[in-house]
């Protein structure tokens, strides 16, 4: 089946019996996954929940060697998560024909939520400011080379959006871009996640996994927010760094990495290295070449074209949505704490909160002029970024109907995330009706 299988489809495994790893390398465009039972009277797979919960492809396909019995934890997993069941022996045409109908199923129901992926980072680099047209030709120039990019600027200035155009626009475009959340890379598993380890080089390594770096060969790796790195981690990466060369975690092999480098950092690394906080050698080795994002407050020329853009991928009916002139006024003269990321959630806010055509100030989350609103200057930064993370909650909230799966994937965030953000600021999703385990069919 499998030989017959892999003639139409990109086939990549992974082993449920293993824990979710920190990251993992899901090819963009999946969207139908084979989830096999060995059996389906007992056996291990402790984790099948969260991988599926991380993979988070629209439909899976069950196949098992017999039909599971009533209440037993493969047949709750198949109703709760597949659409289709098969029993060996597989007839491979059948399930090629079902691989296909759920693919050609999901991919007619994307277009309704893409305007979730035309989120601030693919319009981060719009616009015509002198400041963002110089971002532009530097980003234009550095394409060009190999050399490592560091790209520095506040919080959602659009980072991302300029490592995917280096990487887009450059000799590795072909090649595979791999990004890392050094936020969210624990120390004890830098090793681990960074290098791979062999089959066999600690308990749980039942298998031989690639580690992130050696994914990046023949591409572009991203180490993002970069300045989150404890001491020990950027030694870790140091000799990478020199030599392009790895050692998997229970291995001896020198195995080489061909890839470009590119950091992006929220703050200045050069002022962490004097701090003390990040190693200077492991600097010198990344920021040979540096593109600085200017915050939204000084590219006032371009608010309200990145703001139409962002209306624009807005779901539009008969009357499309556009901004008053007060709106425009406030948009103009707000100091953006927040960036782009914030003025996203405004807009956002603001095409639920309307009951017309036009959205108005108040929409926005604006104060009418004489109402107080000068007291926000006294906010700190983390009470703006609170703001707006309640906004995007709430926002978010409502697009999915209150559905928490869909929720979390208009922020790009798992579902253990939302539930964390939720608590943080004290969100009640208020038990709606939509907050219940998805169908698979309709998720």
């Not at 090629?96 to 989120?119: R, T």
């Not at 002198?130 to 560091?150: G, K, W």
């Not at 992006?264 to 690394?269: A, D, H, I």
């Not at 929409?363 to 703006?384: I, V």
Request: proline letters at 6%.
């Amino acid at each position: 089946m499998r030989k017959e299988l892999e003639a139409n489809w990109n086939l990549i495994d992974f082993n449920l019996d293993e824990p979710v790893p920190l990251f993992t390398c899901v090819p963009e465009g999946a969207r139908v996954g084979v989830l096999e039972f060995p059996s389906v009277r007992g056996g291990r797979m402790p984790w099948p929940e969260s991988w599926l919960e991380m993979l988070d492809l629209k439909y899976w396909v069950a196949i098992a060697p017999e039909l599971p019995a009533n209440g037993t934890r493969a047949a709750q997993l198949i109703s709760r998560y597949c659409s289709d069941f098969h029993t060996l022996p597989v007839d491979s045409q059948r399930i090629s024909m079902a691989l296909g109908h759920l693919w050609g199923m999901a991919a007619i129901i994307e277009p309704a939520s893409s305007f979730v992926h035309d989120d601030y980072q693919n319009l981060a680099l719009l616009g015509d400011s002198q400041a963002i047209r110089h971002v532009r030709s530097l980003l234009q120039r550095f394409s060009t080379t190999l050399e490592p990019v560091l790209i520095s600027g506040e919080s959602s200035t659009g980072k991302e959006a300029a490592a995917r155009f280096l990487h887009s626009h450059s000799a590795r475009a072909a090649g595979p871009l791999v990004t890392i959340n050094c936020a969210a890379l624990p120390t004890s598993l830098t090793q681990s996640e960074l290098f791979g380890y062999e089959k066999g080089a600690f308990t749980s390594a039942l298998s031989c996994r690639q580690g992130r770096l050696e994914q990046a060969d023949g591409g572009s790796l991203v180490f993002s927010g970069i300045n989150e790195l404890k001491p020990e981690q950027q030694s870790i990466i140091l000799r990478f760094l020199e030599e392009s060369q790895i050692e998997r975690v229970g291995g001896s092999a020198q195995i080489t990495v061909d890839c470009r480098i590119i950091t992006t950092t929220s703050e200045p690394l050069p002022d962490l290295v004097a701090l003390g906080r990040f190693r200077s050698d492991v600097y010198f080795r990344l920021g040979s070449l540096e593109v600085k994002l200017p915050p939204l407050r000084d590219r006032r020329e371009d608010i309200l074209t990145l703001a139409r853009s962002l209306l624009e991928a807005l779901p539009q009916g008969a009357n499309p949505k556009r901004l008053s002139k007060e709106a425009k006024k406030c948009l103009l003269s707000h100091s953006w704490p927040g960036n782009l990321q914030e003025l996203q959630n405004r807009l956002r806010q603001g095409w639920l909160l309307s009951e017309r055509s036009v959205i108005q100030a108040s929409d926005l989350g604006f104060s009418p002029p004489g109402s107080g609103a000068d007291a926000l200057s006294s906010l700190s930064l983390k009470e703006f970024r609170d703001r707006a993370d309640r906004q995007a909650l709430l926002c978010s909230l409502q697009l999915a109907n209150h559905n928490m799966s869909e929720a979390a994937r208009l922020l790009k965030v798992s579902r253990a995330s939302l539930y964390r953000l939720l608590d943080r600021h004290n969100s009640n999703p208020l038990n709606h009706p939509a907050d219940k385990k998805p169908d698979p069919k309709g998720d």
